[in-house]
């Protein structure tokens, strides 16, 4: 009677989920290297995770810890504290290191194997199957290691052929009409072949596809080889630049990361007509969407945290009427140039600093920006703005949001 009692409930919650929608946090690299580290995570993105009562599932994205597979246990019962269920993928600094590299032994027993290549051996046995399926809300989740061993220590992004196998198998099994999340470390478009993962993802015609591994926040339509188009999610990390930069005020550091995002997660809400994003900043209020930047005294610059490519985003300045629309540009976030600006100001030898963020200024895919210099009574309006509080619209086809954000001076942008 019991037994059937619990069936019976079971099914009248995934009938209700089903119904109301299914709410996911993607969440990215974790990647805590010490007690310190495990320390930050449990303090910001974990307690977040923990607190919230939206979410019915968790979905992390590999590298759980940083080469240090003992972490992965106390991470374990961390998880394992969530008030929902979670579920995980590996990478590539999740699997035991057999070999004394960096000066200490980090295979979970301590016994030092010369010679024996990486492997999945205490993820598998704490963590679980690096390769797994299941259903929930009417959505098929799907979660795989997609870190191909390369020797001794390197790898690279790619399926085995059996694991190739098994994907397609699940794919056929799946009803066309139910939506599908294939979740994976490094993200696919860096995998080598292309043609042969286009071959089987396109017995689905509802896929979307999330990653992490890059630590930036990213999102585009991945072309394949013979005209297919999925989109895929670069989640950002939750330990942003690896745990560094100036700390907040309960300490955590800042970690920007080389997007110029902060630390952040990725929201997906499922229904049956499909999905919405959203994204979240650790530790800050929901709003926290974007920023907006005075750049060369005459552009304005706005950087979408987790804006997409084909993102079409509006500004409202005080003073200047209408609505501003930015085309996007390929250039670093002003944060990036801030984080820079910052390290300048690190004296001695600045990559021991904690502070130090290793800042590359890439090309960030979530910025937008207008010059405003053939227009003097505007570029006059956008510096009495400043400090000021600006409207941000930003709009495409599953992200849409309202955001107020303060205008800000960069201390350096590219000159365009």
């Not at 597979?69 to 998880?79: D, Q, S, Y």
């Not at 099994?173 to 993962?197: C, K, N, W, Y």
């Not at 990361?257 to 809400?269: E, I, V």
């Not at 987790?306 to 996007?328: C, H, M, Q, T």
């Amino acid at each position: 009677m019991r037994k059937t009692l619990v069936l019976i409930l079971s099914l009248l919650f995934l009938q209700t989920l089903e119904a109301r929608g299914l709410r996911v946090a993607f969440v990215g690299d974790p990647q805590v290297d010490s007690e310190e580290d495990l320390y930050y995570a449990r303090k910001s993105v974990y307690a977040e995770l923990r607190a919230r009562r939206d979410l019915d599932l968790v979905v992390f994205l590999g590298d759980m810890v940083n080469d240090d597979v003992r972490l992965l246990v106390p991470t374990r019962a961390t998880l394992d504290s969530l008030p929902c269920p979670w579920a995980c993928v590996p990478g590539n600094h999740d699997r035991d290191m057999y070999s004394a590299k960096k000066g200490q032994v980090l295979s979970f027993d301590g016994v030092v194997r010369e010679g024996k290549a990486r492997d999945m051996a205490t993820y598998s046995r704490v963590i679980g199957a690096p390769d797994t399926t299941f259903d929930m809300g009417g959505v098929r989740f799907i979660m795989m290691d997609d870190v191909r061993s390369r020797g001794m220590a390197d790898y690279e992004g790619g399926f085995r052929t059996d694991q190739k196998q098994w994907l397609r198998g699940v794919l056929a099994a799946t009803p066309q009409d139910m939506g599908v999340v294939l979740s994976a470390h490094i993200p696919f478009r860096e995998f080598s072949a292309l043609d042969s993962l286009e071959s089987i993802l396109k017995i689905h015609p509802k896929m979307l596809l999330m990653c992490g591994h890059t630590h930036t926040m990213a999102r585009h339509k991945l072309r394949f080889p013979g005209g297919l188009e999925v989109e895929e999610v670069l989640a950002g990390a939750a330990c942003g630049s690896w745990w560094r930069g100036v700390p907040d005020e309960h300490g955590i550091p800042s970690a920007t990361m080389n997007c110029g995002s902060p630390r952040s997660y990725y929201l997906a809400d499922f229904t049956r007509s499909g999905y919405r994003l959203s994204a979240k900043v650790i530790g800050k209020d929901p709003s926290t969407q974007a920023s907006a930047w005075i750049s060369d005294s005459t552009r304005l610059v706005v950087n979408i945290y987790a804006g997409s490519v084909d993102g079409v985003v509006k500004v409202r300045v005080p003073g200047i009427k209408g609505w501003l629309e930015l085309p996007r540009r390929s250039e670093p976030a002003p944060e990036e140039y801030s984080v820079a600006y910052f390290n300048k100001t690190i004296p001695g030898r600045k990559s021991r600093d904690p502070r130090y963020i290793p800042m590359l200024l890439r090309e960030s895919p979530h910025v937008w920006a207008l010059n405003m210099k053939n227009s003097p009574e505007t570029v006059a309006a956008l510096s009495a703005a400043r400090g000021k509080k600006v409207r941000i619209r930003y709009e495409d086809p599953v992200m849409k949001f309202t955001a107020v954000a303060p205008l800000e001076v960069s201390p350096k942008s590219p000159r365009r």
